[in-house]
């Protein structure tokens, strides 16, 4: 008996929690992914042409050069879910919060490129390629380093609010969590120079392909 609690502690012992984390806000990113893309599914016909239409518009205009996303706008796409985020690692409600946001963040990208799949075909996964790339290479890697650093730090305070944490020592947060969000915030500002540079360049070049 003892020899098999000895052989399960060590199988335990070799999971480090972090990656585990990790995998779990992957897990919600991906269920929300699929659920965006059954919810696109269900649309009736009537709401499809409504959605055609808007991005056949929508498609024009880039096409003219007369689309461009405001700066406020790609602000608040880039930052939105990081300041979010941010906070929650401050919040005991964040331990269901921050699964939420990463099952939101997949179900609404997947939405947007199930939608134009389904207006314009194979080509339409070029145009929300175009539209869409340049913004998760910059937000989606923000989003996974502040969820991980996030996400245990808004347990340690909802255990600490339901009674455990009556032996337990305060939650702290060291330097390395603001640095976290400083060097995240940097990156995005960058995204955000970016997305207003090539991403009216990689849409065109989309449409012209279809």
């Excluded at 869409?132 to 996030?150: D, E, H, K, Q």
């Amino acid at each position: 008996m003892r020899g098999r609690m000895v052989l399960r502690t060590i199988r335990l012992g070799g999971w480090d929690p972090n990656l585990m984390r990790l995998l779990l806000l992957a897990l919600a990113f991906l269920a929300g992914a699929l659920a965006g893309h059954l919810y696109a599914g269900s649309c009736g016909e009537e709401a499809w042409e409504a959605l055609g239409q808007y991005l056949g518009d929508y498609c024009r205009a880039y096409d003219g050069g007369g689309a461009e996303i405001s700066l406020v706008s790609c602000v608040v796409m880039y930052f939105g879910y990081a300041v979010l985020l941010f906070l929650l690692g401050f919040s005991a409600a964040g331990v269901i919060l921050i699964p939420a946001l990463s099952g939101m963040f997949g179900f609404f990208s997947m939405y947007t490129v199930s939608c134009f799949v389904r207006c314009y075909g194979r080509a339409g996964a070029a145009l929300a390629l175009g539209a869409m790339v340049v913004r998760l290479v910059f937000t989606l890697p923000c989003f996974f380093l502040l969820a991980g650093a996030a996400w245990p730090l808004s347990t340690e305070l909802f255990a600490l609010s339901f009674g455990r944490g009556k032996r337990s020592s305060p939650v702290l947060y060291g330097s390395r969590y603001f640095l976290l969000f400083v060097l995240c915030g940097a990156f995005l500002a960058l995204g955000v120079f970016c997305e207003r540079l090539l991403t009216p360049l990689l849409f065109r070049l989309a449409l012209g392909a279809i």
